[in-house]
């Protein structure tokens, strides 16, 4: 843990040094701020749900859903149900239902809502970032990477989060933001990642993928979050 934080520190110090004013970043952050807040309207979506002990077996969940809107009011239904690999019976008091989707809780606007806020113009002074000279295509987009150091307070506690960031070289959407699991515990694991596509006013978020490791209960368990959204 030591070793980690010493590179940590020496990355964080060169980014320092390197950081220039970017233009594109810039643009990332100002179409981010103006979206962070919009709740998505898809037309459907996929859910996937999977914890279990390391190395060991996990049990999987998937959910299929699709949403309708009536009076700007969300409504869903489930289309399809599996539980580790298997199809499941849709309960009757479920099946061609359409639900109200309940709004959660908003948080305050200083909270951490999830890694793309490397974007959120508040935690720009916890973000070191730059261009690494790499360049890949994100749904049709050119995008430019980015490396970044994130020193951010979650709930009260001080991480510090190591990634990757892809930004349109036109406009500066922020296309793909992922986030690499440097914990010993999740070796191997894919990086998170939070995905997105922009019509030139609206951000919409895609594609993301949670990867974590929690002490539950004194146990260890690596829980994976997936979510794909069609709109």
């Given at each position: 843990m030591k070793l980690f934080k010493t590179a940590v520190l020496l990355v964080f110090l060169s980014f320092s040094i390197s950081v220039y004013a970017d233009a594109l970043w810039d643009s990332a952050v100002s179409i981010y701020g103006k979206n962070r807040d919009n709740k998505p309207n898809p037309k459907s979506a996929y859910i996937l749900m999977e914890s279990g002990a390391p190395g060991g077996k996990s049990s999987k969940n998937?959910?299929?859903?699709e949403y309708k809107y009536e009076s700007g009011k969300p409504y869903h239904r489930i289309l399809k149900v599996?539980?580790?690999g298997v199809e499941q019976p849709i309960p009757d008091a479920a099946k061609d239902k359409w639900s109200p989707v309940k709004d959660k809780k908003s948080a305050?606007?200083?909270d951490y809502k999830s890694i793309a806020d490397i974007f959120y113009?508040?935690?720009q002074k916890n973000?070191?970032?730059q261009r690494t000279g790499k360049s890949k295509t994100v749904y049709g987009k050119n995008c430019i990477e980015y490396s970044f150091i994130f020193m951010k307070n979650s709930k009260g506690k001080k991480e510090t989060?190591?990634?990757?960031?892809y930004l349109d070289d036109e406009t500066g959407?922020?296309?793909e933001i992922r986030r690499h699991n440097t914990s010993r515990y999740m070796k191997g694991s894919p990086d998170s990642f939070v995905m997105f596509t922009y019509d030139g006013k609206t951000l919409y978020p895609v594609h993301a993928l949670l990867i974590m490791n929690i002490n539950f209960f004194g146990k260890k368990l690596d829980m994976k979050t997936e979510c794909k959204m069609e709109y």
């Open positions: 998937e959910v299929w859903e599996m539980k580790n305050k606007k200083e113009s508040p935690q973000v070191k970032y989060t190591l990634g990757k960031a959407a922020p296309y």
